[in-house]
């Protein structure tokens, strides 16, 4: 089978993100947030996607890709013949009246490089995931796309004529392509492009100078650090898996899932990046999220919200072809009804940078108390309670050993929350549940492999119980860790590092493709116990598993090493960056220790 990798790299302000094929076209943009409907969808349906794409003349072609250095501006390079141009695609974002500007705008710059390159643009938005086009119609220097209920309008310098009726031009000029979703440009189209363009370049670089990490991999930590920043809707602080739906898993394993939400569990990994980055508005932003988010009747927080809190998130199954064919293509995420009893824990280890980071005020951490109580109590209710667990099993419930292993991490960072604010009764109850966590991990403890189980009862071995080890369940018992962690590896362990989650039936079968930020989390144990050699090797091994923009799927095919899953996707890359800031921070130590 040959070797599939997704082509495309994404551009984004925070506020919407755009995937940019090699071949120029702008294959998938929901507007107007990560989890409306899309205006461009072609990555799902080449017919019903509808297109925006800037060809040569000829239809022969070749391209390729690059990042501005620092930036999450997107230039696309296209030869043909003696002729060249390029491409750059970017969504503005910078400081304005002491706030960030980031508007519902895509512009892109095309200008000549070699030649004389004649051009093609092509615009063809789409409505109702697809189902039906856009009425276009000119204006002075512009077209309106008419039917969704917002002006969709692309202002431009190009002949407007040329663009309706897609008919090639000469590329004499820099052409600059804004299109906008609600309030339009009305400024100078070339000046006001290159101000923004300038603007937001400068943006991503003071952005990056303000991040603190280990030298070790810098360039690949930069830019899964950038990913994850336009994976934050800032409106509301939430952060979403990926932009992407229903990306498959692997080929015909209809695992296709809608990610365009925020997970609760992916707080605590989240959150462990910006603050080793360094960045706390991202991590402010985030803790607001939370703490607007409402609990049920009962208490209880779903695995998942919309970006904006929202917890009706319908599973519906679309027409649509797929990617690659790949059916179902889903809207919405059915895990929302999922009991998922691993957040609670979660999210209170999310809360304590509030309380032992000296840099956020005594403000900040004041309206945390009654949401810590009730994550307690959440925890203390749902000891003994069967669930879904994080891989999300949908007919399958059980006591998992990664539920009791954040119960008890909750519970520990409750206890010292509680000596920050001196509540005797909070840090009671904390050791409280600790203790009894601790006895249910030990139930799922298996004698004759010296190692942890998925779950009570189970024999299976699965990639979340890793966390055992980089969280510290095992303290200084080295002996412990690696008697479990080789256990793991004997069972998961797939070849150049990557890793299974897990290897038995579950409700669509035996899982096909491993799971990359399980890969990083086995780098991550490897250095905790000392196998630092062979973390590095491992580090080094698994990021070749990356697109040409150095972006990373969920799952890789070891046999193939291939891409698949959504992409790009927000885990994927925080396990890198956590991975590469736990190897730094070993080798900044003296003699590795």
């Not at 690659?324 to 895990?335: D, H, I, S």
Request: hydrophobic share 35%; with cysteine.
């Amino acid at each position: 089978m040959k070797k599939h990798t997704y082509g495309s790299g994404v551009i984004g302000n925070c506020a919407y993100i755009a995937h940019v094929e090699l071949d120029t076209n702008i294959s998938w943009m929901c507007l107007p947030r990560f989890d409306s409907d899309f205006i461009f969808g072609g990555m799902l349906d080449r017919e019903k996607g509808g297109e925006f794409t800037i060809h040569p003349e000829s239809g022969d072609f070749k391209s390729s890709q690059v990042y501005l250095e620092n930036t999450n501006v997107l230039k696309t390079t296209v030869v043909s013949g003696e002729d060249s141009y390029a491409v750059t695609d970017f969504a503005p974002r910078f400081k304005n009246f002491d706030r960030y500007y980031k508007p519902l705008m895509l512009i892109r710059k095309i200008e000549a490089v070699s030649g004389s390159p004649k051009i093609k643009i092509c615009c063809k938005p789409r409505a109702d995931r697809g189902s039906r086009g856009l009425t276009a119609s000119m204006g002075s220097n512009h077209i309106s796309f008419e039917g969704i209920g917002q002006e969709l309008r692309l202002s431009t310098n190009a002949p407007l004529s040329y663009v309706m009726d897609e008919k090639a031009f000469l590329l004499t000029k820099p052409v600059y392509l804004v299109l906008t979703f609600g309030r339009p440009l009305e400024a100078a189209i070339e000046t006001t492009s290159e101000h923004f363009l300038q603007a937001t370049t400068s943006y991503w670089h003071e952005w990056v100078k303000s991040t603190s990490i280990y030298n070790f991999h810098q360039k690949l930590v930069l830019r899964s650090a950038l990913i994850l920043k336009i994976h934050q809707y800032e409106d509301t602080g939430a952060i979403i898996a990926a932009s992407t739906t229903s990306l498959p898993e692997s080929p015909g394993s209809t695992r296709n899932w809608d990610y365009r939400y925020c997970w609760i569990r992916d707080s605590y990994y989240t959150l462990t990046c910006f603050n080793s980055l360094g960045h706390f508005e991202e991590l402010e932003k985030y803790f607001e999220f939370i703490h607007n988010l409402k609990p049920g009747p009962d208490g209880r927080y779903q695995p998942l919200y919309s970006i904006t809190g929202d917890s009706l998130l319908t599973e519906e199954i679309s027409e649509l072809d797929g990617y690659l064919g790949e059916k179902p293509v889903r809207f919405g995420n059915q895990a929302y009804t999922h009991i998922q009893n691993d957040l609670y824990g979660q999210v209170l280890v999310s809360l304590l940078p509030l309380y032992s980071d000296q840099r956020f005020t005594e403000e900040e951490r004041s309206s945390s108390k009654p949401m810590i109580m009730n994550l307690l109590n959440k925890i203390e209710s749902t000891m003994h309670e069967k669930d879904a667990g994080l891989w999300e099993f949908r007919n399958l419930a059980q006591q998992h050993c990664y539920t009791f292993l954040f119960h008890w991490a909750g519970a520990c960072a409750a206890a010292k929350i509680g000596i920050r604010l001196k509540d005797d009764a909070m840090y009671h109850k904390a050791i409280v549940l600790r203790d009894k966590a601790v006895v249910k991990i030990e139930e799922c403890y298996l004698p004759d492999r010296k190692a942890y189980g998925q779950a009570i009862g189970s024999t299976y071995m699965d990639a979340s119980t890793l966390q055992l080890i980089t969280m510290g369940y095992f303290g200084d018992d080295l002996e412990r860790a690696n008697d479990h962690l080789k256990a793991m590896e004997e069972e998961l362990l797939a070849k150049d590092f990557l890793f299974y989650r897990y290897k038995h039936m579950d409700d669509f079968g035996v899982p096909e493709t491993t799971f990359l930020i399980c890969a990083f989390w086995y780098i991550e144990a490897l250095a905790c116990v000392g196998r630092l050699d062979e973390a590095v090797e491992g580090f080094e091994t698994l990021v070749k598993y990356c697109n040409h923009l150095h972006l990373f799927s969920e799952d890789v095919d070891q046999k193939t090493g291939s891409q698949w899953g959504n992409f790009p996707q927000a885990y994927s890359h925080v396990g890198l960056m956590n991975a590469a800031f736990r190897i730094g921070k070993k080798l900044d130590r003296p003699n590795f220790l």
